[in-house]
């Protein structure tokens, strides 16, 4: 069997976007959708500004949303070429929870004939919320269900998921297409008179899959350097190891490793609680933690 056979994520592990101001962004994502700030951080590119990570509380692959903030940028325009919704999963006896609580939250039109919600955050990022096949006693959102990539076409992106990337042709319904991994789904929209997309604030900046970690990583830049993707070299990205190229119709995919995770650097009990530095950031901290805003980060307020 050779390397490519083998190749096949167990799904999502963080998507990363585009945010304002991060005071209203951490009482969206924590404080009415409930999600833990699990770590932190400065953009290790941009060290004035946040890098925020929301979870479970333990911060798990396939549950992490990561913003970067820039307060004043202007609103990107959303368009093919991006992801244009993200969705999270939640017990189905608590939709109706969600639906009451969060101001206005539409129904879902038939998805592949499960019931949802969808609603933008205050930056206006699509979001969605789909009962998921179980039941539970907390309304937490569980981890993300899919992303939908709005692309002009579909053939060449499919051929990346499924070829070279392991997640087998699920379902289709008018012009989406949905491809499956282990753990999630995500969904090709394709709307080939949509103008492009742009990068500004509520937009999507680039989606990560899982690889359990660095050999397997090694391989997967192997194999898609041999499928002709342009992929990056590994990158350090404290909490997870990481290599970026981007798919065909424009989106930037990356693969992130399972480890070390986000309880490298404080405790699990603790964690998002402070302001985390990289080793070689530590040095300026003082000049870091006088540019960036104060947060105030609510409470959770219900268990995960
Ligand atoms: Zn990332």
Redesign the pocket.
């Known amino acids: 069997m050779d390397a490519i056979d083998k190749m096949q994520t167990q799904g999502l592990h ?1 998507v ?1 976007a585009i945010c304002g101001d991060p005071q209203r962004n951490v009482d969206f994502y924590a404080g009415l959708l409930g999600l833990h700030l699990v770590k932190l951080t400065v953009n290790f590119d941009d060290p004035g500004t946040y890098h925020l990570y929301y979870g479970d509380a333990a911060g798990t692959p396939g549950t992490i949303l ?1 913003f970067f903030p820039w307060a004043g940028a202007p609103r990107g325009r959303h368009g093919v070429g991006q992801v244009t919704a993200i969705a999270y999963g939640v017990p189905r006896n608590h939709l109706g929870f969600w639906k009451a609580r969060i101001p206005g939250a539409e129904p879902l039109r038939t998805r592949f004939g499960q019931d949802g919600i969808t609603f933008t955050d205050p930056d206006g990022m699509a979001l969605e919320i789909i009962a998921l096949d179980a039941e539970a006693t907390s309304p937490a959102i569980a981890r993300f269900h899919s992303v939908t990539l709005s692309e002009a076409g579909h053939d060449s992106t499919a051929r990346l998921l499924t070829a070279s990337m392991g997640l087998t042709a699920a379902a289709e319904q008018g012009n989406r297409f949905r491809y499956a991994a282990p753990e999630g789904v995500v969904d090709i929209l394709c709307q080939p008179d949509a103008r492009r997309g742009s990068m500004g604030t509520g937009t999507v900046h ?1 989606i ?1 899959w899982r690889a359990e970690n660095d050999s397997v990583q090694r391989d997967w830049r192997q194999a898609l350097s041999a499928d002709g993707y342009d992929v990056t070299p590994v990158l350090d ?1 404290q909490y997870f190891h ?1 290599i970026y190229y981007r798919e065909p119709g424009g989106v930037l995919f ?1 693969i ?1 490793t399972d480890p070390p995770g986000f309880a490298i650097d404080e405790p699990a009990a603790q964690l998002g609680k402070s302001l985390k530095l990289p080793a070689w950031l530590e040095p300026e901290r003082q000049r870091i933690e006088s540019i960036l805003p104060k947060l105030v980060v609510p409470e959770p307020p219900f268990a995960h």
Request: zero cysteines; a neutral charge.
């Open positions: 963080h990363t990561t680039h990560a990205r990481s990356e992130a």
